[in-house]
């Protein structure tokens, strides 16, 4: 069995200060993927290189305090890729593949940080042209090698993925357009959304982040924003999904999906 996380840090140094090194020595994943590690080379030498016994590879963004993502694994992987060829997003730090290359097969696990455009016009259009550039990346990915791409989307799909979907038919993350992006590539892009093929109808419990506003997290008025999306032939091995909400490490809740036979 293969055991896969995702969460959102909000800071790698914010979630460590609160916990999760002694979750991770817990629950025992062989990989997670972080997103928002807000943390730089420097910051992370000789203090987050590992966690639990586990590597980290990063992405991390040229910004300070800004974005980062990275994958956190017991296995040594064949390759690693930093970002995904575009000049604009690249800079900052949104995606890291590690690849596990057999004779027998192509495996890559991603880490992948989607912008939000809930800051303004501008970061929303920035976030339509992220969608319009990792579509095509994905699509060419899926003709050469299996992958599941563990992040942060900043998408709720469907009226079930969040609380107030008639408040927010207007918002960022439940924009139409957005909604219709995840459509497609669920559709004619042939990902799987493991969570909901595991979880078909569950709705409060699915939530994995929460606004920091209004007492959001008490009163679980929350999103589905974190996902697994795989290739059907390893969405097929997932057997298991958690989301942990014992504790709070940030502001979104680590999504864990068993595999079986990934590695």
């Known amino acids: 069995m293969f055991k896969l996380v995702s969460l959102n840090l909000n800071g790698i140094r914010s979630a ?8 991770l020595d817990q629950t025992r994943p062989d990989c997670i993927g972080v997103q ?17 016994g586990l590597r980290g590879h990063f992405h991390f963004a040229e910004k300070k305090g800004y ?26 730090g949104r995606y890291v593949e590690l690849r596990f290359d057999t ?5 890559s696990l991603i880490s992948c940080y989607f912008p939000s455009g ?5 970061r929303q259009q920035a976030k339509f042209r992220f969608l319009d550039q990792i579509y095509p990346h994905l699509q060419q990915l899926r003709q050469e090698r299996e992958f599941i791409v563990t992040g942060d989307v900043n998408i709720a799909h469907k009226e ?12 960022s993350g439940f924009l139409p357009e957005e909604r219709a992006w995840m459509t497609r590539l669920l559709g004619e892009g042939g990902l799987v959304d493991v969570y909901r093929q595991l979880q078909p109808e569950a709705t409060e ?19 589905r924003i974190d996902y697994h999306l795989a290739t059907p032939a390893l969405a097929a091995r997932a ?13 979104h809740a680590p999504l864990t999906v068993v595999y079986e036979g990934l590695i």
Request: charged fraction near 30%; proline fraction near 3%; avoid cysteine.
């Open 205 to 223: 419990a699915a939530y994995t982040w929460w606004s920091n506003r209004g007492q959001a997290y008490a009163k679980n008025v929350g999103w």
């Open 118 to 122: 809930s800051s303004g016009e501008e």
């Open 239 to 251: 057997r298991s999904e958690s989301i942990y909400k014992g504790e709070k490490f940030s502001d």
């Open 67 to 92: 974005s980062g993502v990275g994958l956190y694994t017991r296995h040594e992987p064949s390759d690693v890729r930093i970002g995904y060829g575009s000049p604009e997003f690249d800079a900052e």
């Open 36 to 52: 928002e590690v807000k943390a730089q080379a420097g910051d992370v030498a000789g203090r987050f290189e590992e966690l639990s």
């Open 16 to 23: 460590t200060s609160k916990g999760l090194e002694a979750w």
């Open 160 to 171: 079930m993925d969040l609380k107030n979907w008639k408040g927010n038919l207007k918002n």
């Open 103 to 107: 004779p027998q097969r192509k495996l």
